[in-house]
């Protein structure tokens, strides 16, 4: 398995972004695939989540209403849309296959993470 994250960059308050999540060799269309971050001197932390086929997604409340998460098996490629981006949010953030069809917030639940990609808002 060989996840790549992109499309971080740096974005005022306000702003969005789409992150993308590629899965290479195509090996994890099978699994749910999470988001997470980590921002300077804490800990990685649960973004989101979402099933193997994309029909059940969780969010940690922090970015309820305002990231959004979804697949497209085709592509082999999980994003995470990120609208009304605040500078909290500002972390690099990596996507994990997980262990199974369905996973949730533990880290422990997932394996294969990606490289980062940096969020940087501005305020």
């Known amino acids: 398995v060989q996840l790549q994250a992109f499309g971080g960059g740096l974005v005022q308050a306000g702003g969005s972004l789409r992150l993308s999540c590629a899965d290479s060799?195509?090996?994890?269309?099978?699994?749910?695939v999470g988001w997470f971050r980590q921002a300077p001197g804490k800990e990685r932390e649960f973004v989101a989540t979402?099933?193997?086929?994309?029909?059940?997604?969780t969010y940690t409340d922090s970015v309820e209403g305002r990231f959004t998460i979804s697949r497209d098996r085709s592509k082999s490629t999980v994003y995470l849309q990120m609208d009304s981006l605040k500078p909290e949010d500002t972390a690099v953030y990596y996507c994990a296959a997980g262990r199974g069809s369905f996973a949730g917030p533990s880290i422990a639940s997932y394996t294969y993470w990606g490289q980062g990609t940096q969020v940087t808002v501005s305020s």
């Open positions: 979402i099933s193997w086929n994309g029909g059940s997604t």
């Open positions: 060799r195509r090996t994890i269309s099978n699994n749910a």
